[in-house]
């Protein structure tokens, strides 16, 4: 008789396991915990100050999977202090997690914050959106790495690759990019028992892309090959596939969710941004 080949596992189901997600209060952050949930992790959940938002997240995971347990935290990641007292909190909730999403990152766009100056978006985008995604992302990870099957994601953008004009695309492609380096020297770090992955989105349509004008409207479409903007839950089954076993051979990669780039898309450089 023959041996029928060993194939790759189709298993997304997380029962049994525990993920954190920081920033998880709306938009990406929101949309990866209920698809966790979906799959039947229990979650610890971040926010750094929408209690509201975020108690929304917990409720919608629990009508998902009612038989999930669900912890809140609230810690503003400007401060290293309020980042180690996150990885404390959320390790010892459960004696230990098994999957950590860094998601959180600062809102420069919308807010009182779209009216800083380029340097102080800046600051405020590296002490978030770096130094404290490679904080925790470290310090989580080393306790993570003494029990396999452990993984971890970290949140990119597709354009740091190649760049985008613009205050925000500079200062992005110098965050995000720094986030895709660090994540394929942390599966370095971290093999072979945690698996560290980056997903790189293009245009989601989160708050932001709801609210903007027709040039960013217009963008946003001609720069996808799909002609139209990516959803959050299209970056929460990416993260959902590469958390799961289903992902156990994948390490090191970055993810993009952008329907695929259009290099052709680019506007021209005299075209002005409103």
Not at 178 to 207: D, H, M
Not at 214 to 240: C, F
Request: hydrophobic fraction near 40%; include cysteine; aromatic fraction near 6%.
């Amino acid at each position: 008789m023959e041996t029928i080949p060993e194939t790759a596992t189709t298993d997304f189901n997380l029962k049994g396991k525990v993920a954190a997600v920081t920033g998880a209060a709306s938009g990406i952050g929101r949309a990866i915990a209920l698809q966790l949930a979906r799959q039947g992790a229990s979650l610890i959940l971040h926010t750094r100050s929408n209690d509201h938002g975020l108690r929304e997240t917990a409720n919608l995971a629990q009508a998902i999977r009612p038989q999930i347990a669900v912890e809140l935290l609230i810690e503003d990641f400007q401060d290293p202090q309020q980042q180690d007292r996150f990885c404390q909190q959320a390790w010892d909730w459960s004696g230990g997690i098994d999957i950590l999403v860094n998601n959180a990152g600062v809102d420069v766009l919308t807010g009182e914050a779209a009216q800083l100056t380029f340097e102080e978006k800046l600051e405020l985008v590296y002490r978030v959106d770096v130094v404290s995604t490679i904080r925790i992302a470290r310090a989580l990870g080393s306790k993570m790495k003494a029990i396999p099957g452990r993984s971890i994601v970290n949140i990119g953008w597709d354009q740091a690759a190649h760049g985008m004009e613009g205050d925000s695309g500079e200062m992005f492609a110098v965050s995000k990019g720094a986030i895709i380096a660090f994540s394929k020297s942390l599966a370095k770090s971290l093999a072979p028992n945690v698996r560290v992955n980056c997903v790189a989105p293009g245009w989601i349509q989160t708050a932001w892309g709801e609210e903007s004008s027709d040039y960013w409207q217009d963008r946003a479409q001609r720069e996808s090959l799909a002609q139209t903007w990516g959803k959050p839950e299209d970056v929460a089954a990416a993260v959902g596939f590469l958390v799961s076993p289903a992902a156990r051979f994948v390490n090191g990669q970055v993810v993009p969710v952008n329907g695929g780039f259009n290099h052709g898309g680019q506007l021209p450089r005299n075209v002005k941004e409103s």
